[in-house]
């Protein structure tokens, strides 16, 4: 059996779009060497993938089970070759990162721009994605690492704390809790607010504090995006509540952070995902050093 990375490759396109086209365009080939190189994987593996029709390809049971492995060797070849690509000097390297988008802009901007004043060789390469993106973007080898607030394991990855955060609540600045330093969960209740999809973790734990709490947040209004939150809140909408290092966005565009009163310090985890077995560039592996040293600066108070 000599099965290639090219013919991987082009099985996991297919698998993915479920279409000889799309897979054609995603890998720049034609139709046609999309067709011959999944035919010629079948036959060096002795059975068929999948069940094409005129109208559709559908992957069956055992493009299901050889799935994994195929994700498997072409993440560990990735991660090979960004390793082998660079000098130990770090004059030269590439670092793949995924996050949220406010996560890179307050968490890991300042750091990134530090990094390549000192190692103007290295470029970085971001995905700003949601917590699922991010998962599966580290699963698959496409980047290094990546960070998420993560309240289960996955199975396939290693995660680790890097930042504890504690929620503010987020307001206009001629809000009547816009003067207030401190303020309790039961204040909130008093205010309309705009709520985050439960899909997100932040969501989550905010959802478990009122209901420890024995209270509830009115909201008329729920959104996909922090930006969106915020945006919504400085157009007088309502209030939202953030975990610091976005409150410290919220407060850079002209809004005010009050401090909750009634809950801990570190009550929002966010987490540095690796793909298990994984071995990370010299780049990489120095930024997620520097990353951790700084992470306690980083989360601090607004």
């Known amino acids: 059996m000599n099965i ?89 390297g590439r670092v793949g990162i995924a996050a949220s988008p406010m996560m890179v802009y307050g968490l890991l901007a300042p750091l990134i721009a530090d990094y390549r004043r000192r190692y103007p060789g290295v470029q970085f390469d971001l995905h700003e994605l949601s917590t699922d993106e991010t998962v599966a973007s580290v699963l698959a080898g496409r980047v290094d690492f990546g ?21 503010f609540a987020v307001v206009r600045a001629d809000h009547p809790m816009a003067a207030r330093k401190k303020v309790p969960w039961k204040a909130l209740a008093r205010w309309e607010h705009i709520s985050l999809r439960n899909v997100y973790t932040v969501r989550r734990t905010i959802d478990d504090i009122v209901a420890r709490q024995g209270i509830a947040l009115p909201s008329a209004i729920e959104v996909g995006t922090l930006t969106a939150a915020l945006g919504l809140v400085r157009a007088g909408a309502g209030v939202v509540v953030l975990p610091g290092y976005a409150a410290r966005i919220a407060q850079e565009w002209g809004l005010k952070a009050c401090a909750i009163a009634d809950i801990g310090a570190t009550v929002h985890r966010i987490h540095v995902i690796r793909r298990q077995k994984s071995t990370l560039s010299i780049a990489a592996r120095r930024f997620l050093d520097e990353l951790r040293m700084s992470a306690g600066k980083l989360a601090a108070r607004p």
């Open 4 to 92: 290639t990375i090219r013919q991987l490759e082009v099985f996991l396109a297919l698998f993915d779009t479920r279409s000889f086209t799309a897979a054609a365009t995603q890998r720049h080939m034609t139709q046609s060497a999309v067709s011959k190189v999944v035919a010629e994987l079948e036959t060096q593996l002795g059975f068929a993938l999948f069940d094409r029709t005129t109208r559709r390809v559908q992957p069956n049971a055992q493009a299901v089970e050889f799935h994994p492995f195929a994700v498997e060797i072409i993440a560990t070849m990735r991660s090979a070759a960004r390793s082998v690509a660079e000098l130990a000097d770090l004059q030269r």
């Open 147 to 167: 960070l998420g607030a993560i309240d289960h394991e996955i199975a396939g990855a290693d995660t680790q704390v890097a930042f504890e955060d504690s929620m």
